[in-house]
């Protein structure tokens, strides 16, 4: 079957190419191939797209230039020009000449695919028919693959001696897809890999491939909203760099704003942009049409909320400031001071990547620098759905105008051409399914003996993440204190290390230890043998600090036994957010959210006993559930004391039912009123914190006279502090 | 000093203090110590977290302090890898106002934004705290129309930078206001403060960190239950063996100078 993407709304009107392309699909129904409606970024210097793209295993790849014109509106036809409707334009033969020049060169540049595929161009007349033509134009078009009235498509039509093998097939749909500047190797790789190193490098050269979810994604542009949902690892990044890539190579002068939240995506997603944008142009992108903006920004760096007060002339509030309004989110005293300010639209697109960080002010501050339609794209982590009771509506980011009408809304058919409003990413490529699952049952703490910290409410929540519910529902609903079975099949967790890697390693370990010390040194020498029994890159180990507030005492002792090994690393980030992780050769030493964003084959987690932090539980199971979704592959958890032995037997129990969750569903009034209990945590710590220092600091008569005078409370103190002390070294 | 010499001192105090100290970075290449892929580079006068923000991503370190303050030690030998022929030795100091622990500071999820602004986080706190009381009554607008307009605008992501460097270039010696080796402090723009001698590399961290780490300082060296004198005074002494050679100059007959402990 032919998967057919229009990139463009155009194709409503478009009868012409319509009227083609149904012609295509009724003379060959059984053509299994790709095929594009404007090619999002093949054309020619002049900005002119051809409108049919096809490319099948079978046949070499075609490109279809459909004109809807009747013969009354063509005057002259001439080898270089066409004199259509009295106008001389281009001829649309030496256009089509020109995409098959183009595409062809893409092609070549693949070694495997080199002198394979000639590509060749195709004139569509479909309104006027082959013998009229010729008598108005004799012989103009002769030698010529052209499809005319008559509906005749076998001129698009040229057989392949030998069709493509899977991997050559592979190749053509990277090219075409544009997503072949991410494919590292060159050449085949070896499928199957016993040390850590080769199974990497393995999948390092794996050929960049989008699935159909992803090329609607990346290559369609809205003529409007649209929201695109996915887990972490779901390539929502890289399609909204893609996204605005194309955008910026179709409309040069359009502006075009890609804003984020995390600091050290900044160069990351300059990096794809550029490498998106120059795949297809020998130039670098237009900064200053292609912004790419920190929401806040500052002198240092320009972003959204610095830039726009620099625009208006209005003083930007001083960070101090800001969080003094608002403690909890001081950039929302930002946002709030620029819907104050008179605002008017500079943007043609806007595109927003970690859409879950920001709240609903941020988005209606794009809403008004964006002109009409408001092209505004955002990415939404499904992340923010585990831990939040419900995802916030476009109306709800974007808020009602004066009648309290939405001011955008999702609602209704799709686009003209049949482009998504919201998309959703089923597919998680980069965690492994074992890793995928451990993450989301350790995030919502299903195994935990003190049982669920959040929960997925609702069937079609699971359904959005991939998951498919087997048993447990009442109708569309899960029930408190039901048992609930809930699968993930596999075909959601594509990662290929399972099958790439032959070896004796596990996918997921998981450690305990008496001290810290010991603890340390495990890490070091298992990151000594990745390097050098395993022959694995430094780069492509991360180690993080679970207990962000302990990384200061954590990291460096860390940090020097891999220096007595002689391994190089690297604490990135401690002065500035910026600062490049995973530098080649260095192993990175990180804290969890230094270490969003980005990603790594090798993960260490480390002082994960803090999963059971009195204060922090809620927080440390959202940080683990960052730390593990970093892992591209392997997952190595430890710990110390009675904590990690908790959570290595909760591990246990998550990986001895995969690929099923099984749990009982919890009382989601107990859940929703975990976030008082985290607060009342936090006042009793620092209220015993209070009293003890009291205590330590009293005068010693003072305490002796105590315990003379009031035994019993004496006596009562010190049992609670002896139990205490008892449970902490179990 | 000879340059080898030089290198263990560097090496034997990193590892000293490596539970605060890290991202080695420092190389000894030929009859020069300095850092991988060290660019010359004159500072300037006053400094702001976007040029230290360009160090750190360039790696233009010999290593870091684990609240991301730099250190810069540089010494260029001559040929014969014992007499020194320059040297420049800075710390620039962009720690957090409170202890180098301080958990609540380190939480790097609270802190990230404001990581981003400012690092003057203890300000803005005491400010709070100072305002708590009306700010429920305040609406947003008010407390921004009662900052002077200088407090309110820019400079917010680029804080000032603390910091001290000395430097040692025998053939630049002017007369006492430009000694040999002179000490800059960050924004005391013309100030050469003259030293004896260049500090070695274990002279230059401890000193540094006395001064701007004593919690740490404390904890290591010193001893509180005896008022905080020094835990074990002979071995603190022979840190000063080896030592540079003492520099000459007239500045330090008739101005005060700092003296290099020599043994």
């Known amino acids: 079957m032919l998967e057919f993407t229009v990139t463009l709304p155009t194709y409503d009107e ?163 897809q544009g997503i072949n500047p991410l494919t590292k190797g060159i050449g085949q790789s070896p499928k199957v890999a016993t040390t850590l190193g080769e199974a990497i490098r393995s999948i390092d050269r794996d050929i960049a491939l989008l699935d159909e979810d992803q ?19 779901t390539g929502k990044t890289v399609l ?101 300010c008179n605002l008017q639209p500079i943007y043609d697109y806007i595109m927003i990547d970690e859409a879950q960080d920001f709240a609903p002010e941020f988005f209606q501050v794009l809403y008004k620098l964006s002109c009409p339609p408001h092209n505004i794209y955002w990415v939404y982590d499904e992340l923010q759905s585990l831990f939040a009771e419900k995802m916030p509506t476009p109306e709800e980011l974007f808020g009602h105008d ?40 350790i995030g919502l703490g299903m195994y935990s003996n003190e049982g669920c910290v959040q929960m997925l409410p609702s069937k079609a929540s699971w359904e959005g993440l991939g998951y498919v519910v087997e048993s447990g529902l009442d109708g569309d609903t899960f029930v408190k204190g039901r048992l609930v079975t809930i699968l993930r099949p596999a075909e959601n967790s594509p990662n290929p290390i399972t099958t790439r890697y032959q070896g004796k390693q596990k996918i997921i370990q998981a450690e305990i230890f008496e001290k810290r010390e010991d603890e340390l040194n495990w890490i070091a020498d298992s990151i000594y043998n990745d390097i050098t029994v395993e022959k694995v890159s ?29 391994l190089p690393s690297s604490i990135p980030g401690l002065g500035d957010e910026s600062t490049a992780f995973a530098e080649p050769g260095r192993v990175t030493l990180s804290t969890v959210f230094r270490a969003k964003g980005n990603e790594s084959y090798i993960i260490y987690i480390f002082s994960f006993e803090a999963l059971y932090d009195y204060e922090e539980a809620l927080q440390n199971r959202n940080r683990a559930f960052t730390a593990i979704t970093r892992s591209k592959a392997w997952v190595r958890i430890s710990g110390i004391g009675k904590g990690m032995a908790t959570a290595k037997d909760e591990i246990d129990r998550i990986l001895a039912d995969q690929p099923r969750f099984r749990f009982v569903f919890p009382d989601m009034a107990a859940i929703r009123s975990l976030d008082a209990e985290t607060s009342r945590r936090k006042q009793a710590l620092w209220k015993a914190r209070e009293n003890i220092s009291g205590i330590v600091d009293l005068d010693p008569k003072a305490i002796e006279a105590l315990a003379a005078k009031e035994p019993r409370l004496f006596k009562k103190l010190l049992t609670l502090l002896e139990e205490a002390n008892k449970r902490e070294n179990k | 000093m000879k340059i080898n010499e030089a290198m263990s001192s560097l090496i034997a105090t990193f590892h000293d203090w490596d539970h605060i100290l890290v991202n080695p970075n420092f190389v000894r ?81 609270q802190s990230e934004n404001s990581k981003f602004i400012t690092k003057n986080i203890g300000d803005a706190e005491e400010l709070e705290l100072r305002l708590t009381g009306n700010l429920a009554s ?10 002077p307009l200088d407090n309110n605008i820019t400079n ?83 840190y000063n063996i080896p030592c540079f050679q003492s520099t000459n100059g007239c500045a330090m007959e008739i101005l005060p100078y700092i003296r290099i402990p020599t043994r």
């Open chain 1, 14 to 176: 478009d009868e012409a190419t319509k009227r083609v392309l149904s012609w295509i699909k009724e003379s060959f129904p059984n053509m299994e191939g790709v095929g594009f409606y404007m090619h999002p970024v093949l054309m020619t210097t002049s900005g002119v797209t051809p409108e049919i793209t096809i490319v099948t295993k079978t046949h070499h790849p075609v490109i279809v230039r459909c004109l809807a014109y009747q013969l009354d509106d063509l005057q002259k036809i001439e080898s270089d020009t066409w004199c259509i409707n009295h106008e001389e334009k281009d001829s649309p033969l030496l256009e089509g000449a020109d995409f098959v020049v183009n595409i062809r060169s893409k092609f070549d540049k693949d070694r495997i695919l080199r002198d394979r595929l000639k590509p060749f161009c195709v004139l569509a007349l479909p309104s006027i028919s082959q013998h009229d033509f010729n008598q108005k134009f004799p012989h103009s078009l002769d030698g010529q693959n052209v499809i005319w009235a008559d509906g005749v498509v076998t001129p698009i039509c040229k057989k392949l001696e030998q069709p493509l093998s899977e991997d050559e097939w592979r190749r053509v749909r990277s090219i075409v």
């Open chain 1, 215 to 233: 090329v609607n994604a990346a290559l369609s542009i809205a003529p409007g909203p649209q929201r695109i949902r996915g887990l972490a690892g």
């Open chain 1, 240 to 340: 909204l760099a893609m996204k605005a890539a194309n955008i910026h190579l179709r409309y040069p002068n359009k502006k075009i704003l890609f804003t984020f939240n995390t600091q050290s995506l900044y160069n990351q997603i300059q990096n794809m942009i550029t490498k998106f944008y120059r795949n297809y142009s020998d130039k670098d992108p237009d900064w200053e049409n292609l912004h790419i903006r920190h929401a806040w920004g500052g002198p240092r760096k320009p972003g959204v909320y610095y830039d726009t007060c620099t625009r208006l002339v209005v003083p930007p509030l001083r960070f101090e400031y800001a969080r003094m309004v608002n403690m909890d989110n001081p950039f929302l005293s930002c946002c709030r001071h620029l819907l104050s």
């Open chain 1, 402 to 441: 004066s009648n309290g009408k939405p001011i955008i809304t999702l609602d209704g058919v799709a686009y003209p051409g049949g482009i998504e409003k919201d998309l959703v990413l089923h597919k998680s490529y980069r965690c492994p399914q074992d890793v995928l699952m451990l993450a989301h049952a």
């Open chain 1, 538 to 566: 430094p780069e492509n180990i991360v180690v993080i600090c679970l207990d962000g507030r302990k990384m200061r005492r954590y990291l460096p002792p860390l940090q020097q036994r891999l220096v007595e090994r002689g």
């Open chain 2, 29 to 109: 290449k030929e009859y020069t110590i300095s850092w991988e892929t060290f660019v010359h580079q004159r500072h300037p006068d006053i400094i702001y977290r976007d040029y230290i923000s360009e160090l750190e991503n360039s790696r233009q370190y010999s290593f870091q302090v684990i609240d991301g303050s730099i250190f810069q030690l540089y010494y260029d030998y001559q040929k014969d890898g014992t007499n020194l022929r320059g040297a420049s030795l800075a710390f620039f100091n962009i720690g957090e106002l409170k202890g180098i622990f301080d958990e609540s500071l380190n939480d790097d999820e």
């Open chain 2, 138 to 147: 305040l609406s947003f607008d008010s407390i921004f129309s009662d900052m």
């Open chain 2, 156 to 238: 917010f992501d680029n804080s000032l930078v603390p910091w001290l460097r000395i430097d040692y270039a025998p053939n630049e010696q002017m007369g006492p206001l430009h000694h040999s080796c002179h000490m800059h402090i960050g924004l005391f723009y013309h100030a050469r403060i003259a030293l004896s001698c260049v500090p070695t590399p274990r002279q230059f961290i401890e000193f540094v960190i006395s001064l701007c780490y004593p919690d740490e300082y404390k904890e290591k060296r010193l001893d509180p239950s005896k008022n905080f004198e020094p835990l074990d005074l002979d071995s603190m002494k022979n």
